[in-house]
């Protein structure tokens, strides 16, 4: 019975082999997973530095301005206007990597 006892826990006291596997695998999954997760902007087209970093992208922002303002789609157009850009790139879906992009003239 004593051999038993000895092979699941080491009588040193060291953790079994298994929980710092089961650790490292636990650890890898989720980085993996907040890999995936990270906004991937297209080179060349402007964005939002600070949307790029967060998880949520975006959306905080559009939704302040959509309740101070009334209007997400003129939310869009000041963004075309702050980025003086006829293209630009929007993080709306939150916890996808793909920007959706938006193309508008504000010549007019």
């Known amino acids: 019975m004593a051999q038993k006892l000895d092979a699941v826990m080491p009588a040193s006291g060291a953790l079994p ?7 490292a695998i636990v ?16 080179p060349g087209i402007p964005y939002n530095k600070e949307a790029a970093g967060t998880i949520f992208g975006d959306i905080p922002a559009l ?8 209007s997400g789609r003129r939310w869009m ?4 206007k702050k980025h003086n850009s ?3 790139q929007l993080f709306l879906k939150p ?3 793909a920007p ?9």
Request: aromatic share 8%.
């Open 17 to 23: 082999l298994t929980v710092p596997v089961v650790l």
């Open 27 to 42: 650890v890898a999954a989720l980085f993996a997973f907040y890999r995936s997760i990270q906004k991937k902007p297209l």
């Open 63 to 70: 939704l302040a301005y959509k309740k101070q303002h009334g």
């Open 77 to 80: 157009l000041t963004q075309l």
């Open 86 to 88: 006829v293209l630009v």
């Open 95 to 97: 916890m996808s990597s």
């Open 100 to 108: 959706a992009v938006i193309l508008g003239d504000v010549g007019t």
